[in-house]
Each structure stands twice: as C-alpha cells, then as structure tokens.
C-alpha cells in the first residue's frame, strides 16, 4: 500500500492505492475515513488498483472548516481518482452516504465513473415515509446539539462506538449527518448518463430504510437490485464475502 495526497478546492485529502488493475475507488459513508475500507481493499487488491480516501475534514484530510456540500463531496472524489491516473476512468462503489457521493459524482463528472455500485445510500426523500424519516432526523440533529453525540445516536440505532474516533462522530452529526438525510439524488440524471448501475442492501440489515431506498433507487433506475453479505458494514464484518459479491456485479456491469 502507497500513500499520497491532493490538493483540492482548499482541502488535502489524503488516499491510499492497493493492487494492480483497473481502478476501484471505494466513498466512505459514516465517518468518511478510508481506513473502514482496510479490510475490503485488501480482498479485491489483487484484481483492481483500489483507492480509498478521507473525505474532507475527516481522518488524515485537512479542509477548511466548511458545511457538507454534496457537489464538492463529489468534485473531491473526482480529484482523487485524477491524481492516481489522470486519464482513467474508475469502478465506483459508495457506502451510507457515500452512496449518495457516488451517485452526485455520476451525475456531475460522469466521464471519471465507469460502472458504479451504490450500496445503502439513505434516499429518504425518495420514501413513501418520507416526511416522518425526516422528522426523526431532525430530531437527532436537535438531539445532538442539546445532549451530545451519545444521546443522538442511540435515536439511530447507532453509537459512538461505530465511529473511529469520537471527533468523527461530531463532524459526522455536526457537519454531515442533515445533508445526507435530505439528500435526493437526481435518478433521472444518472441514468441518461448510461453508466451501468447497481443497488444494493445487506441481507442481515435490521433498518428497513436502507434495503426500501435501494428497492426504490434501482426501479427508478431499472438496473439491478442486489443482496450484499452481511448489514449496514458487511463490508467491515465479512470483507471476504463482501468483496466475492461486489467483484461479481463489477464484472456484471462490465459485460452489460
């Protein structure tokens, strides 16, 4: 594994390159660092050039103390992919929220996405529950801002534990955690791209949300909706499984 960096619209984000072959850049949802990825980008090293990256203002990434935006989210992975070959074009899989970087990234700089795998991008907008999903959003943020982290999160079915450390899961609830629930991707627009796509959930996910909004993204879509090991993190709790089944569907969506 190499390390580099690129400077990008006032942020250095910091990526790491595994393996030998065609590009795979991995978005990090949750806490927006690479390293959730450890596991994973070693399993499919061996066929693909891997990168992961901390996203701005998280992990190793320094970057202005600036709201989420979902555009620049995806202008960054757009930098990130140039700097390791400037001229490629890479398979794409997002995670959470960092499907919904995928997904903007396809829209806005489709000529750097090859294929794209999103698995459990939130979409809540997209829900026939929309308006009480985000109401209990809200709350959360509301949540965070008068008793913490801890207390906001139990509200999700989450904890500071799932965050690698506890100044991820403030920037995360701070910062990006709003954004991403109110984020509806342009579904029309990423199809008229033609870029090949697939949806997916985790067989074991307990929250009905993430496996409706991947439903709901590939009938929009008309592409593929596929059951990935494991729940929300298959990809961190069996990353050989994991790795079988996304290297399955990239291969698919090369073929299509």
């Known amino acids: 594994m190499s390390t580099h960096t690129v400077r990008h619209e006032?942020?250095?984000?910091?990526?790491?390159?595994?393996?030998?072959?065609?590009?795979?850049l991995l978005i990090a949802g949750l806490g927006g660092e690479g390293?959730?990825?450890?596991?994973?980008?070693?399993q499919l090293?061996?066929?693909?050039?891997?990168?992961?990256y901390d996203r701005r203002g998280t992990g190793r990434s320094a970057g202005r103390d600036t709201d989420f935006d979902m555009a620049q989210q995806a202008r960054d992975a757009a930098?990130?992919?140039?700097?390791?070959?400037?001229?490629?074009?890479?398979?794409?899989?997002g995670q959470g929220g960092g499907g919904s970087i995928a997904f903007e990234l396809?829209?806005?700089?489709?000529?750097?996405?090859a294929e794209l795998v999103v698995h459990e991008a939130p979409s809540i907008p997209l829900l026939p529950d929309a308006p009480q999903r985000l109401a209990l959003a809200r709350e959360i943020r509301a949540t965070y801002e008068s008793r913490g982290a801890a207390a906001a999160l139990a509200l999700w079915g989450a904890s500071p534990a799932d965050f690698a450390r506890p100044a991820a899961a403030d920037h995360f609830l701070g910062r990006e955690f709003l954004p991403i629930a109110w984020h509806s991707p342009d579904l029309d627009a990423v199809r008229r791209t033609g870029i090949p796509v697939v949806t997916a959930a985790g067989a074991g996910t307990r929250e009905p949300y993430y496996t409706r909004g991947a439903r709901v993204q590939a009938e929009h879509l008309a592409c593929r909706y596929v059951?990935?090991?494991?729940?929300?993190?298959?990809?961190v709790s069996e990353p050989a499984l994991f790795a079988d089944v996304l290297a399955k569907e990239l291969a698919g969506l090369r073929r299509a």
Do not use: K, M, Q, W
């Open 35 to 42: 390293a959730r990825f450890a596991g994973l980008a070693e």
């Open 106 to 113: 396809a829209v806005h700089l489709p000529d750097v996405v």
């Open 10 to 24: 006032g942020a250095e984000l910091a990526y790491d390159v595994r393996g030998a072959g065609p590009l795979l």
């Open 227 to 235: 059951e990935f090991p494991g729940d929300h993190f298959g990809f």
């Open 79 to 93: 930098a990130v992919i140039r700097s390791a070959r400037p001229t490629a074009r890479a398979a794409v899989f």
């Open 45 to 52: 090293s061996d066929d693909y050039t891997v990168l992961t």
